[in-house]
């Protein structure tokens, strides 16, 4: 028995066994969809509002602000609900409709503008007022802190110190941040690939940042190698995931799969982790699993 934060973390590594060829090579995925809040923002969304807290940049009374696609905004309105905080979140209006109504359904303001490099404008903005506090995940160290500490000792743990490629969607890329500090402590060898999608795809939780907009947490020289991914593939294999595997997952986490099975194939042997990001009913609206 505990709160609910204390669910935070320690989520399961569950095997691909049917969707990839290769016998001498494994596949994990870390199932982050079994947070509390639905996803794996729920490990930078505790760090981020407790660290602050810890800090005193949050007072009572302070009204929390931030930009986000969707999943942080949920688990940040998780949290601040449970430390009775006040928070607006600002989403492109493409955002599904679960998303919009979870985020309400913790008590937060949700605000929908045209796209994410508007919504970070306009957080940017209203955080610099008097009694905002702006948590501004795409430039917080304790977002990719978060993975640091725990998802990165997680997935060692599980893994025996087996783990031979770490693979991870990149959004603000928090998660592949704080994964590839802690595994290249542990071992060095460890390749830590990312995921971004095609010129011309929109995969939500994947972003190709314009040159303004790209995180400033993130640092190229932590990833040993990028590939890209389609929207249709990421589609397809978040689909075949559900279908075949019985993981319930988005698209970004399709992505990840996509790209660890075509990682698979070039490795004589290996342990492949990669992160499944979120839960597959976030998406009912849209034509994912339509």
Not at 242 to 249: D, L, P, R, S
Request: aromatic share 8%.
């Amino acid at each position: 028995m505990g709160n609910i934060v204390e669910f935070v973390g320690n989520t399961p590594l569950v095997e691909i066994q049917r969707l990839h060829t290769n016998p001498n090579v494994k596949i994990f995925a870390k199932l982050e969809g079994n947070n509390p809040g639905g996803s794996v923002k729920d490990r930078a969304a505790l760090n981020m509002i407790r660290s602050a807290i810890d800090r005193g940049d949050i007072k009572k009374g302070t009204k929390l602000i931030e930009a986000t696609s969707g999943n942080t905004g949920i688990a940040l309105a998780m949290i601040a609900s449970i430390y009775d905080l006040e928070i607006e979140l600002v989403m492109p209006s493409n955002s599904t409709r679960e998303r919009t109504l979870t985020m309400e359904a913790y008590g937060a303001k949700v605000t929908l503008l045209e796209s994410i490099e508007v919504c970070r404008d306009y957080a940017e903005e209203k955080g610099a007022q008097p009694g905002y506090f702006l948590l501004n995940q795409f430039s917080n160290p304790d977002n990719y802190l978060a993975h640091y500490k725990t998802t990165g000792p997680e997935i060692w743990k599980d893994t025996n110190q087996q783990i031979t490629h770490f693979v991870s969607s990149m959004g603000t890329t928090g998660s592949i941040m704080g994964n590839s500090m802690f595994l290249k402590e542990k071992n060095p060898d460890i390749q830590i690939i990312g995921c971004q999608p095609t010129e011309e795809s929109s995969i939500p939780g994947i972003r190709r940042w314009p040159e303004a907009y790209l995180p400033k947490i993130f640092d190229p020289s932590r990833v040993d190698r990028v590939m890209d991914v389609s929207q249709q593939e990421a589609t397809d294999f978040a689909r075949k995931l559900a279908k075949v595997e019985g993981i319930f997952a988005g698209m970004s986490t399709g992505g990840a799969l996509a790209c660890s099975l075509r990682l698979a194939e070039e490795l004589e042997s290996g342990l492949i982790v990669f992160i499944a990001c979120d839960r597959g009913d976030r998406y009912l609206s849209s034509d994912l699993f339509g």
